[in-house]
Structure formats: C-alpha cells, structure tokens
C-alpha cells in the first residue's frame, strides 16, 4: 500500500484545485474506517469529478476506499492505511421512475427508504429490506449485495439490478445493462460490480426493476419449543405451495415470521393456513397485522442487528435442507466455546446471520469449526461485522475454492494498480 | 493450425467415434437458428465428460486454435457459428442428470440437458424449472445459460439467471473452476453473474446447479381480442398500473395470429390483436386477481375472451402462442426473428413505427411479443427467391432495432449478440462501456480463442470504422453521462 508523503491539507488544496471545486477536506472524527483515519475525504457530487479523482488516485499511487451511508463501512478487514476516502452521500436522488414500466435509476448515494419514499407515489417500492435502510445507500447495499426477509420472495440486488454507470479505478465512465427489465445485450457487468464490495469500481447510479405494494400483509409468528420443528415447518409451507414472502426464523428463542403479502383475501386466507400448519408442528401461532407486525418484524431486525447490539456478525449459508443440523451445530459450538449468540435468517433459503458474544479466541474457534463442516459449495461462514482479532485469527471469507485466481485476474484487469478498496474485496481481492 | 497431427491428438482425447472431420458430416454444423450466417468447423468433437473438454480446450489453447461450444444450435443470432479454422465443441452428449435434490429444491445437470427434460424429470415431485424459452423441447440447458434465455414466464419468475445456482466450467486456457453451488451467496465475486449470458465467449459450461421451483396452487389463463394493439397494449399497462404481476403476457397481432391458427388450429380469433394472459399462485389470489384482469379486458373492449377451463385448453393456447415463429413458415417462405427489448409504456409508440416501415417496405412484419416486459419479436417475411429481398429484410429488421434504441431499449432481450448483431453493439454502448465489458473477456480468455468474433464488434466483422455512436436516450434524458 503507497502513501504518499504530501501532508493532507496541500493534498486537499491540490486536489481542489484540479476539480476546481471544493470537494476534498481533511477528515472529521467521524470519518475513520474501523479506527483509521484517512488523509483526505472527498464528496464529489457528479460521475465526472468520481472521474477525476479515481483517475488522480491511481495516477498518484493513492488507495481509495468508498463509502455510502457508512453502514458496513466496518465489514471486511481493517485497512493499514486509507489515502482517500470516497464519500458518494453527495449524489444522492431518484433520477427516474418510470412507473409504467417498473424501473427507476437512482444515485448511489440515495438511501434506501429515500428512494421507497419516492417510489411510494406510485405504489411501487425496490423490494430490498436490508437492516439500516434508513441509513444504508443504494451504493453500498449494491456493492455488498445486502438484502433481507423479504429476499425469500424478490430477490437480492443483484437479482433486481438491470443497470449502471460505473467508473473504473482509471477513471473511465462505464454504463451497463440499461432501463429496461429483460436485456442481454453485452456481459452484465452490473451483476459483476453488485457484491463487489468497492473492488472493481465506483458505482455511480444503479437501475433497478421494481414491485407494485401489495394491498394487504400479514404476519404469522410462530413459537417453537427447539429448534429442530423449524425446517419440517418450512417443508411444509412449501408442499402446500404458500407464497410468502418472507419466512424468517429467530433463536434462541425459537420463533418463525412468515410474512404474506397479497390482496386482503389471499394474504388473510394464507395466514390462517400457515398458524394451522403451525399449530400441527407443535408451534404456538398468531396472526399480527399493522402496529403488532410492524413491532414484531422491528424487534426481528433487532434481534442480531440492533444498534444497541455488540458484537460479531457472521453470515452463515446453508443448504436450506440442512437448516437443523446447521442450528445445532451453532448452539452446540458456541456452548463449547462459551459464546453467547443469537441468529436471525431466511429459513427457506438457508441464509443467517449469527451475533456472537466472547472471547477472540473463542469466536475464532466458532469460525473455524463450522467452516469445516461445508463442503464447498454447500455452505459458507463469512465474517460481516468484526474486530482486528477476529480477522487476523480466520480471515474474513473462508476458503473461496479454484475460482479464486480468475477472481483475482478479474480484479487485476479491472483494478491494475490495486488502488480500489485493496484487500478488502471478496476473498481479498 | 489444424492440422493432421492436431486432429490425431484431438481423437485421443474424444475417441474416434467423439470426433468429426468429415467435410459432409461437417455441413451438419455449418449454422445454428440463424441459418444465414453459415461457417464450417475444421473439426467438431463430441465430448462425453469434463475431462475431455478439458483436454480438448488445453490442446486449442496449447496452439491458439479457436474453439466454440455448441448445444442444440436453436440459437437465433449465431452464437454457435463454428469458427473455419477452429474445433467445434458440441455438447449434446454431456445429456446426463446427475442429481435431483427435491429437498433443496436443486437439480444438477450436464449442459446438454433440454430444457424441458429438467420439468419433466421433477414434475412427479411437483416442482418445475421456470424458465421456458418457446423452443424449450428442443434447446439444451448450456444453451440457455449461455444465452440467459427467457420465456414467457421470465415476466414473474426472472430469467435463466436467476435459476442457475452454480456451474462447473472450463476456462479457456483448460482449467476446471466451480462458480456458485448448491448453497446460495458462495463468498467471492459474482462471476457466475456474468458468465451466464455471456454467450460462450468466458468458459464451456460442464455442470449447471438449477434452482426448482414448486408448482403453484392455481394457475388461471385467458385469451382476449383486440381490435387495435393499441387497445390490447393499453390493457397491459392498465394491468400494470394494477399493480400485477402476472405470470405472462403475451401479445399476437393479426399475421401471428393467423399463422398460428394456419399451423396448429389453436382456435384464436381473427382479431387485430389478442393477449393471452396467466395468473398463477394461491388460488385466493388467483381469483381475486383473474376478475380484476377480465375488468380492465373489458374496459378495453376485449372480446372473444376465453378462459381455459383445464390444462387441455391452457396447452392449447399456449401452443399456439409457442408456435407462432415456426408458422410463419406457413404465410411466407422466409422470415427473419428480430428481438428487441423496449420500456413496455411504449409500446404503441414504436408499434406505429413498425407498421408505417412495413407499408414502406412493403414486406409483411409479424408480431409476437412478452409483452409484459416490453421484448418484440418482429417477424419480418420476404421470399429468397426474389432478388434483393433477403437483403431488405436485413434492413428492415435493424430498423426496428434502431426505433427500440431511440426509446432508451436493448438490441435483444433473450436472442443474444452472437455474430449477428455484433456490429450494432456500438449503437447501444459506448466504446468505454465496450472497453469495460473486455476486461472482462481478457480475464478469462487473453488468447481470444473461446467463441471469437461474437458479441463485440471488431474491424474485421465491421469493417474499418465502427457505425457511428449515437447518444444513448439515457444520455439525452440527462440521466446518464460518458466521458
Ligand atoms: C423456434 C425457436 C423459438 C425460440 N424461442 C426462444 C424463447 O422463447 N426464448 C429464448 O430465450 N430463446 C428462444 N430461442 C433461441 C434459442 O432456443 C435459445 O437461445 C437457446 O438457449 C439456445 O440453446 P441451444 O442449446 O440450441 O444453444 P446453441 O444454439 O447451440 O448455442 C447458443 C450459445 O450457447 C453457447 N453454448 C452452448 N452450450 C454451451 C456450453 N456448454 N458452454 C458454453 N457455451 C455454450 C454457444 O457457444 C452459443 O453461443 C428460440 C429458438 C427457436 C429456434
């Protein structure tokens, strides 16, 4: 990693000067990244001054870590040292909704319940709910390919995006894809950039396709004695041909959220079946509607992402089949390690996030000892919200398998001088 | 160079019985769909596992020799077209299913798998792979993923991209990679994101992980008639503006419709347009849904409307839906398949268009659309016999395409680049955007002996200058920006 012997502040003039703009200033206090400071910040508020300062960054020999609302600026591995930080909440705005076709293009720097307000006019929404939608930003929720419960009906970003300008760590704006929802014209390139964690290049805009609001919703949360009713619960919503939209589980204790979300009848009608299917699963089951399905599914978010909440966050993936064994397997390798922990995940799809308490040591052994039960492939243990020590004792990703070094030729092609986000990429590109 | 010693390697690797050098049997490959863009392999082999396409892309890397996959040549835009100096690597025996997981909901296949023998493999459980490109009897899975094929269903259910879980691949230069797996969200970048659609210029696809997808509770189709397309594409936005999703819908207009009805008699009216429209999902939702559908019918003074009352009827109208390219052989002794994509709210805008340039060109243009997502098929019919009219119709057919680009839309939507329309790729993209796609293509294939000639245009395939760069509507909008 270059740094560059220019004290900050004649960096900044210097690059001001050449943006003809005040965009650089000296970081705040709050803009260190998992406590480093960087040497300048930037806000640039058009795709051409991002140009110009990745252009100038790699020219200079400078690294550049990118951040949109901040909200997974901490995932991944501590930087050494961060030449420029590239704040994109500048640009933010809907650019367009074209609501008869169901698409918008929006700025990366927009956050996402800005956009759902906008959206909302129309009865549309981009169907994401990652945590921290109120602060997250399009930017940083393409690039991690972040999502949440309502993942198990609509999608990730990376299954909604159908375009985007990007620029490249040499400064040259790129569009891909375009505005339309069935397009295969050229590689998709958008898709490559979505969880790419900032590694190949600055997202500038994204278009997406978009969902109508459905008329009604209702939730039906569900108790369970232990863990193991969950999945043959999901097998069963599933032989019946229920529709969620969304279908979380939570532990300890053990609770379902099934949501669905339809016309009055249709979401009403299927409720009731899922507390009947339920109840014959042993489960204990109501049906939450307005403030008490708002509260509840506030109180899910919570339960491993809560701000009040310390913490590691690992996302573990499983093959939805597997969905007891991996909940055991979890219990029984944190009450070896003396860990306390909590998971929240998308049951029919076998993704969970697990916040683990105790010792460094102890997670890592956590880390380690449930990695080795997937085969590649068929599961995956990676570390989201750290600390120095975890990550220095198990990395960040895991073992990425033999796509690994055309990963890294794809980085090398995009990213020659490694001037983008520099080790934090996945697999630590 | 191919040459006798090349060839005797290349008969080590497949056998004698996997390999093809004679020139007739040769000619069997000569095109894919596209059947005027015709090039003959200098040999073709017939892999049976992974290892031999590894050995047989080693040695063609070994000697910068050009190589092509090939599945079932349904392709309509060239993709598969051999290469003349190259080996043609034809799928078709990798057809095995390897593993049905219902638990899981995956399936896992060999890449010459058709399509439709992945739903019936799985039916009994009921489950099926969602998607259902037209020629879905007779293309292979590799196929589909290389093209990122649609189907009627894509408007609900998304693309092939979005059912593939992993892949097993052979890189260009031999080696054996996994992309993706069984379990979703496998940590790294999302290259299998970008090879599938990639068109077979990154990899050969060995293995395919599928995603299954339970059969719904209730599935409801209608067929309605129009007396313009204005009014039938004004219904699609009114069931839109709705906000449903439905699980297709698709547009015929009046020459379709009767080389439908001429070719498989699935009792459609005589109309100037009909949509056929499917709802599928809980059946309280189905129904609620399938009423107001028929409202806003016929508030658009739909008539003739049916409803399919069993699979029988549903199949029915499907079929005839399914077969509207191949009957257009029926009405003309030619006819070229356009693809082209627009924002579906302006539909009647660029159907306007299309009918003035056929009354100018005087040749009949068809019309099938997914309507739902805004993907036109023109048929454009001419006659080869008469002297310069495959040449109109060459231009006719990019004509269209210019009128889907002049409203913010996409040379294709499921047809893919190939070598047909390489050349018009810098209509839509810049040479940045282009730049930008090689990177990924050098990544892969530095060499540039997976697939060439395909996809990006280059002087050789377009001559000298490129065709000029238009500003994308995008860019005129203010909404997009190039240096
Ligand atoms: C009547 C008709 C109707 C059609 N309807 C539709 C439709 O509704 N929707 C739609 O999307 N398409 C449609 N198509 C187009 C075509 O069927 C699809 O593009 C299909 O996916 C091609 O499959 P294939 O096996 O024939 O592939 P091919 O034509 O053999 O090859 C297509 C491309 O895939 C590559 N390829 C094939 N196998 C592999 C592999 N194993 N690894 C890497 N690359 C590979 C080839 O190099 C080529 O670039 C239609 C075609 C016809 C003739």
Redesign the interface.
């Given at each position: 990693m270059t740094t560059t012997n220019a004290p900050p502040s004649e960096t900044v003039a210097d690059l001001n000067a050449r943006l003809d703009e005040r965009v650089a200033r000296p970081p705040a206090p709050t803009d260190t990244v998992q406590g480093v400071r960087p040497q300048l910040v930037v806000e640039p508020t058009a795709p051409e001054q991002v140009s110009q300062i990745l252009a100038w960054a790699t020219e200079t020999g400078r690294t550049v870590i990118v951040r949109g609302g901040g909200t997974k600026i901490g995932w991944g591995p501590t930087p050494s040292s961060i030449d420029v930080l590239l704040s994109m909440s500048e640009m933010r705005g809907v650019q367009a909704h074209r609501h008869g076709d169901l698409t918008a293009t929006v700025l990366a720097g927009t956050t996402l319940s800005a956009t759902n307000a906008v959206l909302a006019e129309h009865r549309q929404w981009l169907a994401l709910d990652p945590p921290d939608g109120e602060s997250a930003t399009i930017g940083g929720i393409v690039a991690t390919n972040d999502s949440g419960p309502r993942r198990h009906w609509h999608g990730a970003p990376r299954d909604l995006i159908i375009g985007m300008t990007l620029v490249r760590a040499d400064g040259v704006i790129a569009h891909s894809g375009g505005i339309v929802v069935k397009n295969v014209a050229g590689y998709d390139v958008a898709r490559l950039l979505t969880g790419s964690f900032g590694s190949l290049g600055v997202i500038v805009s994204a278009t997406f396709k978009l969902a109508p609001r459905a008329d009604a919703s209702r939730t039906v949360a569900v108790d369970f004695p232990e863990t193991g009713r969950c999945a043959p619960y999901v097998a069963g919503l599933l032989a019946q041909a229920a529709m969620p939209t969304a279908l979380e589980l939570a532990v300890p204790p053990v609770r379902m959220l099934v949501r669905f979300e339809s016309v009055e009848v249709a979401a009403a009608q299927q409720a009731r079946q899922a507390v009947t299917l339920a109840e014959q699963h042993g489960g204990s089951a109501s049906v939450l509607t307005a403030d008490d399905e708002s509260g509840a599914w506030r109180a899910h978010d919570a339960h491993v992402f809560g701000a009040d909440r310390e913490g590691t966050i690992l996302k573990v993936v499983t093959l939805p089949a597997e969905l007891s064994s991996t909940l055991e397997q979890i219990s029984e390798v944190a009450q070896a390690n003396q860990l306390e922990y909590a998971v929240t995940g998308r049951a029919g799809l076998g993704v969970l996030f697990v916040r683990l308490h105790g010792s460094g040591p102890g997670r890592a052994a956590f880390v380690t000892a449930l990695r080795a039960q997937f085969r590649p492939g068929q599961g995956s243990v990676v570390v989201r919200r750290a600390d120095p020590e975890l990550t220095s004792l198990v990395g960040v990703w895991g073992p990425i398998g033999d796509s690994l070094p055309i990963m890294r030729e794809v980085k090398r092609r995009f990213d020659p001088t490694g001037t983008l986000n520099p080790g934090r990429g996945p697999g630590g590109l | 160079m191919i040459d006798s010693e090349f060839l005797a390697r290349l008969e080590r690797i497949v056998g004698a019985d996997g390999l093809v050098r004679d020139e007739s049997e040769l000619l069997t490959y000569e095109s894919d769909g596209l059947m005027s863009h015709r090039s003959r392999p200098a040999a073709a082999v017939l892999p049976e596992t992974a290892e031999q396409v590894q050995g047989v892309v080693r040695l063609c890397h070994q000697h910068t020799v050009p190589f092509v996959a090939r599945g079932q040549g349904t392709g309509l835009s060239g993709g598969a077209l051999p290469h003349p100096e190259g080996v043609l690597i034809v799928m078709t025996r990798m057809n095995r299913v390897l593993a049905i997981?219902i638990?899981?909901?995956r399936i896992t296949v060999q890449p010459g798998v058709m399509n439709l023998e992945v739903t019936r493999q799985v039916a009994p459980d009921?489950y099926y792979y969602a998607p259902d490109p037209s020629s879905q009897v007779i293309c292979s899975i590799g196929g589909n993923l290389a093209?990122?094929s649609?189907g009627a269903h894509?408007l609900k259910y998304?693309?092939t991209?979005?059912h593939v879980l992993?892949v097993e691949a052979v890189?260009p230069d031999g080696?054996?990679?996994?992309?993706?797996?069984?379990?979703?969200?496998?940590?790294?970048?999302?290259?299998l994101?970008?090879v599938?659609?990639?068109e077979g210029t990154l990899a050969v696809i060995t293995k395919v992980?599928l995603r299954l997808c339970?059969?719904?509770?209730a599935v409801r189709t209608l067929l309605a008639a129009f007396d313009s397309t204005d009014a039938a594409g004004n219904a699609v936005?009114d069931v839109?503006?709705a906000?449903?999703?439905p699980a297709a819908i698709e547009m015929m207009d009046r020459t379709t419709i009767r080389a439908a009805e001429a070719a498989v008699q699935p009792g459609f009216p005589d109309a100037e347009a009909v949509l056929i429209v499917e709802l599928d999902?809980?059946q309280?939702?189905v129904e609620?849904?399938f009423e107001q559908i028929e409202r806003v019918c016929a508030r658009n003074q739909a008539w003739g409307v049916q409803v399919a009352a069993d699979d029988a009827q549903r199949g029915r109208i499907w079929m005839g839906r399914k077969a509207a390219f191949a009957a257009m052989g029926r009405v003309s002794p030619n006819y070229y398949v356009q693809d082209g994509?627009?924002?579906?709210?302006t539909l009647p805008e660029v159907l306007r268009r299309v009918r003035a340039l056929e009354e100018r060109s005087g040749l009949t243009i068809g019309n099938v659309f997914?309507a739902g997502?805004?993907?036109l098929h023109p048929l454009v019919c001419y006659d080869d016999a008469v002297e310069g009219q495959a040449e109109l119709a060459e231009q006719v057919a990019s004509e269209i395409l210019s009128y889907c680009l002049d409203v913010?839309?996409?040379?294709?939507?499921?047809?893919?680049?190939g070598s047909d329309?390489a050349c018009h790729?810098p209509k839509?993209?810049?040479d940045?955007?282009?730049?930008?796609?090689q990177?990924?293509?050098?990544?892969?294939d530095p060499d540039g002996i997976c697939n060439p000639d395909k996809?990006f245009p280059t002087p050789r395939l377009c001559g000298e200058v490129p065709g000029p760069y238009r500003a994308?509507p995008?860019e005129t909008?203010g909404?997009?920006?190039?240096?």
């Open positions: - | 997981d638990p899981n909901q009921g093209e990122n649609g894509c998304g693309f991209v979005h992993g890189l080696e054996l990679i996994h992309l993706g797996g069984e379990a979703l969200d496998s940590p790294g970048l999302d290259l994101g970008v599938v659609g990639s992980i339970r059969r719904p509770q936005s839109i503006a906000g449903i999703i999902g809980p309280s939702e609620t849904l994509v627009i924002p579906r709210s997914h997502d805004g993907n913010g839309g996409s040379l294709t939507g499921e047809h893919g680049i329309k790729m839509m993209f810049s940045d955007d282009l730049a930008t796609m990177l990924v293509r050098v990544a892969f996809l994308h995008l909008a909404l997009a920006t190039r240096m």
